[in-house]
């Protein structure tokens, strides 16, 4: 038996969480988005339980062309457009849909020799400022796509920074009105958040990434649970060895944790070189063999140790939960100052994936 680490991918959650995003948005097309391999739980593993979603977004052309060659022939959609200007060659080769959200791009479309004309998406700052047109250069930036030979279906396309807000679209939206004023324009607006949240955003294609995966954009589990959205993947492990603590004993490195009187505790086969997150401090919940209980001291880089105050019959190979159905990730995320996104993403490429 090799070390029990294994991260377990969830295809009938995947499947749910995209049927649940549908009729949240019924009357709209879907990018999912499977960027940063798909959030953590590899393209390749997903892409088939998503073969419902209308288009696929993401931003390397690696991870696009390794859809083409799966076979996938519907819309895949550049979300940071293209870096420099010898990938159009690519993405007319490849058929990609590639944002544009500066001047320099549209020079670049309108020099290229394509086999096609590309569809397009217009990306405008609706006041994040990042990427994108403010809105009162849009019409000049459309106009002059527009005219290009190169250039087919357009699509004006923002991103909200705080959508998990009640009122977080407000502003956003009328900036994106102004932008699309006098356009008669196909647009694309809602992230995770404001597909659940705010209808009024969803238009023509909405973008949800996070919820796809059955986390919470917001980070709190508990604005989710009730919409049937599942956790994707499974981190789970087991106990290699137990110790027995009298009081005054401390854990791990930096002996961050001491017991207050005598403590029977385990070490997990899972550690901070696995993606578990190392600033995640005692107390952060995990299961053991169906019990709910926490961790203790610092996560080292292959092991954490958790309490077995309540887990009588734990022992060792007993099997530990470090996220999934029963904790959540989120929960994991926001005990170590983060977010469910960064935790899948973090999944380290030693851990071994099965999909179920
Ligand atoms: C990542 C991303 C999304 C998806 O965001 P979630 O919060 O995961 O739903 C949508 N649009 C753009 C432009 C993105 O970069």
């Not at 799966?70 to 993405?91: Q, T």
């Not at 647009?187 to 597909?195: C, D, F, G, P, Q």
């Not at 995966?213 to 989710?224: E, F, H």
């Not at 499974?234 to 001491?258: K, P």
């Amino acid at each position: 038996m090799s070390r029990p680490i294994v991260a377990t991918i969830h295809t009938a959650a995947l499947r749910q969480n995209l049927a649940i995003v549908r009729q949240a948005a019924a009357n709209s097309r879907v990018w999912s988005v499977v960027k940063a391999n798909a959030y953590g739980h590899g393209i390749d593993r997903v892409w088939q339980s998503f073969s419902d979603t209308d288009g696929f977004a993401l931003l390397n052309l690696e991870e696009a062309i390794l859809l083409r060659e799966r076979g996938w022939k519907k819309p895949i959609l550049l979300l940071e457009g293209f870096f420099h200007r010898d990938e159009l060659e690519i993405i007319d080769r490849y058929r990609l849909t590639t944002s544009v959200h500066s001047n320099w791009q549209i020079k670049a479309i309108a020099e290229a020799q394509l086999s096609a004309p590309l569809d397009i998406y217009v990306k405008m700052n609706s006041g994040m400022n990042r990427l994108g047109f403010q809105p009162e250069m849009v019409y000049n930036a459309w106009q002059k796509l527009r005219a290009l030979d190169n250039v087919a279906e357009m699509t004006l396309m923002a991103h909200f920074a705080e959508a998990e807000q009640p009122e977080g679209v407000t502003v956003p939206m009328q900036r994106v009105e102004q932008a699309a004023e006098g356009l008669n324009c196909r647009r694309s607006l809602a992230n995770s958040a404001a597909t659940m949240w705010h209808p009024e955003t969803h238009f023509d294609w909405v973008r949800p990434g996070i919820i796809l995966y059955g986390a919470s954009p917001s980070g709190q589990w508990q604005d989710i649970a009730g919409s049937g959205l599942q956790p994707a993947m499974t981190l789970s492990s087991e106990i290699i060895g137990i110790q027995n603590l009298q009081a005054g004993d401390g854990v791990g490195y930096g002996s961050r944790y001491r017991a207050s009187a005598a403590q029977r505790i385990g070490a997990v086969a899972c550690g901070y070189a696995d993606g578990y997150p190392r600033h995640a401090p005692t107390g952060t919940p995990v299961m053991v063999d169906g019990v709910r209980t926490q961790t203790v001291g610092a996560v080292s880089m292959d092991m954490i140790m958790v309490d077995l105050t309540p887990c009588d019959r734990a022992g060792i190979g007993s099997k530990v939960e470090l996220w999934g159905n029963a904790v959540k990730i989120d929960d994991v995320a926001s005990a170590a100052g983060t977010v469910g996104y960064e935790l899948m993403c973090a999944l380290a490429p030693r851990v071994p994936v099965v999909t179920e």
